[in-house]
């Protein structure tokens, strides 16, 4: 599926799975590495939701919301520290779920919100985890280039 027909494609059939690329949400969700599942968005999000919602320029982007306002919501990546405003029109589908490996987890589910609890509950930590991920990432593209070995995976 092309990424113009998310929003189509919801309307139309209320859920679709697909597989993000980037960075932005990891450690939760790992670059080319886990299907996720989107519903329609049919009410207001809560905190620590997962949007997917498109940006001015038609960029679609799956964030964490962060706080609710009147009009919107404050959505951030977990491996971003940058707050952007997102207007209520704007977003169209929340995450219900996704896979690690061949496990399904629920964002239901109680451990899985313990763990995002957790991750924004020591925002020194989840810096120093971040930036130690970005270091990393780094590294093994610049090895990758010099040598033109495959990178590692991440774990």
Request: glycine share 6%; charged share 35%.
């Amino acid at each position: 599926m092309e990424k113009s027909d998310y929003r189509t494609e919801l309307e139309k059939n209320e859920v679709i799975g697909f597989v993000p690329s980037g960075n932005s949400m990891w450690p939760t969700l790992k670059n080319h590495h886990q299907s996720v599942v989107v519903v329609k968005k049919t009410c207001r999000l809560k905190k620590f939701d997962v949007a997917l919602y498109e940006r001015a320029g038609g960029t679609f982007v799956l964030h964490r919301v962060m706080s609710v306002t009147d009009d919107g919501y404050i959505m951030c990546g977990d491996s971003q520290f940058s707050l952007e405003k997102v207007s209520e029109d704007c977003v169209f589908g929340v995450m219900e779920g996704f896979y690690r490996g061949k496990k399904y987890i629920d964002c239901k589910n109680a451990k899985y919100k313990k763990e995002v609890i957790k991750l924004y509950a020591n925002e020194k930590r989840r810096k120093r985890r971040v930036k130690f991920f970005y270091l990393r990432l780094r590294v093994k593209n610049k090895l990758k280039k010099i040598f033109g070995i495959k990178a590692v995976k991440n774990k």
